[in-house]
């Protein structure tokens, strides 16, 4: 499976962007899909996730700001960024992990640049 991740750029404080993942296969074959971000110096983060069934996960740095959703007709997973602060700026990698599986399948990196 390949996982394609899209949206990153360059956007001042304050201001949105939506990423997006799309996987190459059914995205009902993943229990969960979501983001992983890590910064300059910095730890890798679990950012969100979303399961099958719609239920959703949120790091406390990005609780109410950001938003995760996922299209299964799609296959695709989004995260709608509000509120960029500098602090978010990162790598941010989508996932997915199979059922019954505890490897998760990563996608390629897209760079999101918060200035100040």
């Known amino acids: 499976v390949q996982l394609q991740a899209s949206g990153g750029g360059l956007v001042q404080a304050g201001g949105s962007l939506r990423l997006s993942c799309t996987a190459s296969?059914?995205?009902?074959?993943?229990?969960?899909m979501g983001w992983y971000r890590q910064g300059p110096g910095a730890k890798r983060e679990l950012v969100a996730r979303i399961s099958l069934a719609g239920n959703m996960n949120y790091a406390d740095s990005v609780r109410g700001r950001f938003i995760i959703s996922r299209d299964n007709a799609k296959s695709t997973v989004y995260l709608q960024m509000n509120s960029l602060k500098p602090e978010d700026t990162a790598v941010y990698h989508c996932?997915?992990?199979?059922?019954?599986?505890?490897?998760?399948?990563w996608g390629q990196g897209t760079l999101v640049t918060v200035s100040s």
């Open positions: 296969e059914s995205s009902d074959r993943f229990r969960d």
């Open positions: 996932y997915a992990l199979r059922w019954g599986r505890s490897t998760e399948i």
